[in-house]
């Protein structure tokens, strides 16, 4: 089985935004979000449940069309945020 480019938290909780995906079927980097449910206003609530999770804040300007079109390109930001943050 291929490691997953993120931490099991991250899949966790962006798998409860993906309603049409079946619960073993393994979650691809460059799955359309979009195709799979996450809309404006999931895209809000998947976003505050990320920053929960992570202990992050993401800046406004790094709020782009492409953090919301794939798992990548949103663990990408989060990733990167949660890499800057000091360590607790």
């Known amino acids: 089985m291929t ?3 993120w931490p099991a938290l991250f899949e966790k909780t962006l798998r409860t935004y993906l309603t049409p995906l079946p619960s073993g079927e ?3 980097p460059d ?3 979009t195709d799979h449910g996450v809309d404006s206003m999931a895209a809000v ?3 505050l449940d990320l920053e929960q999770a992570f202990g992050v804040t993401v800046p406004d300007y790094m709020l782009t069309e492409n953090m ?4 990548a390109g949103l663990w990408t930001v989060i990733g990167s945020l949660v890499a800057q943050s000091p360590a607790e």
């Open 3 to 5: 490691e997953q480019p």
């Open 31 to 33: 799955l359309s979000l």
């Open 26 to 28: 393994p979650i691809s």
């Open 45 to 47: 609530s998947l976003l």
């Open 68 to 71: 919301f079109a794939t798992p």
